[in-house]
């Protein structure tokens, strides 16, 4: 009797222990979770992937990020699901950034629409996608990277989700992404968050990070 009851208390620690450390002390339970805490402990730098796209400050997406603070999303402009609702939520953080003037001597605040299908969405598509959604080239830049195996390691450095499906369409993860001045991507924010990450992206952005 003893003996099973010492089994299972050590049973139970091992369960604790391993739970503990999968889960980050108990602060994550999800894959998502882990991530999103990684990045908040350990910024990811950008890579120097190759962009093709409207109004890029630079050819790479790293030099790109530099030098300002930047909101960031993965899409693709054939996509009628969860895409549209990516659109609508920059539509309105652009919205915010054109009426709300950033403090003096803050970096740049800017958006930035990422897409992962880069055989399709060339410059030019992405040009009349940015028009449709009334995109101030000034503030919100879309790109894409035309190389595929720097999209893909892009993709997963940056732990963005895309699986093709069967009518040539994609299954991917929706987040917001913030990139802090120096080329690092620094939190993730889900979707529904979007006024949590204006508000932590204008701070890195005071802070002239």
Known sequence: MLRTALISLLVAIG??????????????????????????????????????????????????????????????T?????????????????????????????????????????????????????GKLGADPDLWRFASVPDAAQQRALLERLGVVVIPDELGEFEHNAALLVFDARGRMVRVFDLAEQELALNYARQLASKRS
Do not use: K, M, N
């Open 78 to 130: 054939r996509c009628q699901t969860v895409c549209l609702s990516l659109g609508s939520t920059f539509q309105q953080l652009q919205a915010r950034l054109q009426t709300e003037p950033q403090d003096e001597g803050a970096a740049p605040l800017r958006l930035l629409s990422l897409s992962f299908d880069g055989a399709h969405d060339s410059a030019a598509v992405l040009q009349a996608y940015a």
């Open 15 to 76: 369960g604790y222990a391993a739970a503990s450390w999968l889960t980050h002390d108990f602060r994550v339970w999800t894959e998502e979770g882990a991530r999103r805490l990684e990045v908040a402990l350990a910024p990811v730098p950008l890579p120097e992937v190759a962009l093709q796209g409207t109004r890029l400050p630079a050819p790479t997406l790293a030099a790109t990020a530099r030098g300002s603070v930047t909101i960031a999303d993965f899409f693709y």
